[in-house]
């Protein structure tokens, strides 16, 4: 458990440093000393420290890690939760246990066992859905020669497309609540978000582009994006219903500098964007994948969803992962191809990887992670406001490759704000920051007499 604890482990650490909160400190600016039995080559035992003495070991780390070659950003519902809470003041609001009629204790028991399988205490409604879906398609089967079975596959077809209509509204429920709080709330709650996206999509020109990846199904990111003025380049292409294309063209955006010649150069604010479980505003619709547009907040999907032809309270075309439709290659379909992306970004040389609010609690997701790991030039960072079951350390430690690995797990080291404000690069100025600082070098090296500031200048290029 990870409960009043901050685990850090960056730069030359050996194992994670463990910080618990001072029972006896003067300084409220400095509330943290090393856990009992917890050593470390930067901190000694009994002494206080806080976030201007963490700063210079976290954030110039993560700076360096987001500029590597290759960079990506996984983010999972610890966002969503983050930026509902900092606009609201409120939980995001749960996914409540569907009925399923005469088989829902049979469903549950799967739910439930899957959930345990993955480290979870209960199944929830995804894991109810999953369930469902085996179990309909073996009804489905067995309703080609049985008239009962036949009937229980329509009655349960019918409860699930009622089920994933109300799992859709809860999720725009979400984000209700962010666009109906309090106008000065809601914009502090944005703003923190576009320095978040920002801080890692601010690539510089001869750098890959960032690889932004989410588990969530709701649109905050893409709100997020559209209030900093970023460009996601995804899979859809078209622009009053776009759809998704398996053929991905390599699409990218440049310009050409005033007055130099040569190749054009990229231009900023641009990410590749994939949701690897679906999204809300998916559907299936006549054999291709369209994206609706249900805005930012809507109060219920029924008007877009019979605006492709579906019935107002269906569900079943919605692509919400794991709604999984009756043939295999329907229900491996468009998944497959987004975590075809997801592999094909994260397994090659020079590439680091940071995971935001997710809990490794996806084995496929976890799998290419692994996989990543077995490249001795990659690297994994796991930022995280909590890990309750304790499957970050569980991961972290069968992994084993820790020397790739670095951890900022804790109400404070992963609290969102604390960690735009305190720790996340800022690469937007880092290009002033480093000719400030060869200038600075420059000036004082010529300077033999002025050994002060010649230590201060490799102090600061150091740090940056």
Same mark, same amino acid.
């Given at each position: 458990?990870?409960?009043?604890?901050?685990?850090?482990?960056?730069?030359?650490?050996?194992?994670?440093?463990?910080?618990?909160?001072?029972?006896?400190?003067?300084?409220?600016?400095?509330?943290?000393?090393?856990?009992?039995?917890?050593?470390?080559?930067?901190?000694?035992? *009994?002494?206080?420290?806080?976030?201007?003495?963490?700063?210079?070991?976290?954030? #110039?780390?993560? $700076?360096?890690?987001?500029?590597?070659?290759?960079?990506?950003?996984?983010?999972?519902? %610890?966002? $969503?939760?983050?930026?509902? /809470?900092?606009?609201?003041?409120?939980?995001?609001?749960?996914?409540?246990?569907?009925?399923? %009629?005469?088989?829902?204790?049979?469903?549950?028991?799967?739910? @439930?066992?899957?959930?345990?399988?993955?480290?979870?205490?209960?199944?929830?409604?995804?894991?109810?859905?999953?369930?469902?879906?085996?179990?309909?398609? !073996?009804?489905?089967?067995?309703?080609?020669?049985?008239?009962?079975?036949?009937?229980?596959?329509?009655?349960?077809?019918?409860?699930?497309?009622?089920?994933?209509?109300?799992?859709?509204?809860?999720?725009?429920?979400?984000?209700?609540?962010?666009?109906?709080?309090?106008?000065?709330?809601?914009?502090?709650?944005?703003?923190?978000?576009?320095?978040?996206?920002?801080?890692?999509?601010?690539?510089?020109?001869?750098?890959?582009?960032? @690889?932004?990846?989410?588990? @969530?199904?709701? /649109?905050?990111?893409?709100?997020?994006?559209?209030?900093? *003025?970023?460009?996601?380049?995804?899979?859809?292409?078209? $622009?009053?219903?776009?759809?998704?294309?398996?053929? /991905?063209?390599?699409?990218?955006?440049?310009?050409?500098? #005033?007055?130099?010649?040569?190749?054009?150069?990229?231009?900023? *604010?641009?990410?590749?964007?994939?949701?690897?479980?679906?999204?809300?505003?998916?559907?299936?619709?006549?054999?291709?994948?369209?994206?609706? %547009?249900?805005?930012?907040?809507?109060?219920?999907?029924?008007?877009?969803?019979?605006?492709?032809?579906?019935?107002?309270?269906? *569900?079943?075309?919605?692509?919400?992962?794991? @709604?999984?439709?009756?043939?295999?290659?329907?229900?491996?379909? #468009?998944?497959?191809?987004?975590?075809?992306?997801?592999?094909?970004?994260?397994?090659?040389?020079?590439? $680091?990887?940071?995971?935001?609010?997710?809990?490794? !609690?996806?084995?496929?997701?976890?799998?290419?992670?692994?996989?990543?790991?077995?490249?001795?030039?990659?690297?994994?960072?796991?930022?995280?406001?909590?890990?309750?079951?304790?499957?970050?350390?569980?991961?972290?430690?069968?992994?084993?490759?820790?020397?790739?690995?670095?951890?900022?797990?804790?109400?404070?080291? !992963?609290?969102?704000?604390?960690?735009?404000?305190?720790?996340?690069?800022? #690469?937007?100025?880092?290009?002033?920051?480093?000719?400030?600082?060869?200038?600075?070098?420059?000036?004082?090296?010529?300077?033999?007499?002025?050994?002060?500031?010649?230590?201060?200048?490799?102090?600061?290029?150091?740090?940056?």
């Amino acid at each position: 458990m990870t409960e009043n604890r901050q685990i850090l482990k960056s730069r030359d650490d050996n194992r994670p440093v463990v910080l618990v909160k001072a029972t006896e400190s003067g300084d409220a600016a400095k509330p943290f000393v090393l856990a009992d039995g917890c050593e470390s080559s930067w901190l000694k035992q *009994g002494v206080s420290v806080g976030s201007s003495d963490l700063r210079p070991r976290i954030e #110039p780390w993560l $700076t360096a890690l987001c500029q590597s070659e290759h960079l990506s950003l996984l983010l999972g519902s %610890g966002l $969503t939760h983050a930026v509902h /809470r900092l606009a609201t003041g409120d939980a995001l609001p749960g996914m409540a246990i569907a009925d399923f %009629g005469e088989y829902n204790d049979q469903i549950n028991a799967e739910a @439930n066992r899957s959930a345990q399988a993955a480290e979870r205490a209960r199944g929830n409604l995804e894991d109810q859905i999953r369930a469902v879906n085996e179990l309909l398609r !073996g009804l489905e089967i067995l309703g080609l020669s049985n008239v009962e079975s036949k009937t229980a596959a329509d009655t349960l077809r019918t409860k699930l497309s009622e089920s994933l209509a109300i799992f859709a509204d809860s999720i725009l429920q979400g984000e209700q609540g962010i666009v109906a709080a309090d106008v000065a709330k809601r914009e502090q709650s944005f703003n923190y978000l576009v320095s978040f996206l920002m801080s890692f999509a601010s690539r510089t020109g001869t750098r890959d582009r960032l @690889n932004l990846f989410t588990t @969530n199904y709701d /649109r905050l990111i893409e709100a997020g994006a559209e209030a900093a *003025g970023m460009h996601l380049l995804d899979r859809f292409i078209g $622009t009053l219903a776009p759809v998704f294309r398996s053929s /991905r063209l390599d699409l990218d955006l440049h310009y050409n500098p #005033p007055g130099i010649r040569g190749e054009p150069r990229y231009l900023e *604010g641009v990410a590749r964007f994939t949701k690897l479980h679906g999204s809300l505003d998916w559907v299936n619709r006549e054999r291709n994948i369209r994206r609706l %547009g249900v805005p930012f907040g809507a109060s219920t999907m029924k008007p877009y969803l019979e605006a492709t032809g579906a019935e107002a309270d269906s *569900g079943m075309q919605l692509m919400i992962y794991p @709604n999984a439709a009756k043939d295999r290659e329907t229900s491996a379909y #468009p998944y497959v191809e987004l975590f075809r992306d997801f592999a094909a970004a994260t397994c090659r040389p020079n590439h $680091t990887l940071v995971a935001f609010g997710y809990s490794f !609690g996806d084995e496929h997701i976890n799998r290419v992670i692994e996989d990543m790991l077995t490249i001795p030039s990659t690297h994994l960072v796991v930022i995280s406001y909590c890990d309750p079951l304790d499957r970050i350390i569980k991961t972290y430690e069968r992994l084993g490759r820790h020397a790739q690995i670095s951890l900022l797990v804790g109400d404070h080291v !992963g609290e969102f704000q604390t960690l735009v404000d305190h720790y996340l690069p800022k #690469p937007a100025i880092d290009r002033t920051t480093f000719r400030m600082a060869e200038l600075l070098k420059a000036r004082w090296g010529t300077n033999q007499g002025d050994s002060e500031k010649n230590a201060d200048a490799e102090v600061v290029l150091e740090e940056n």
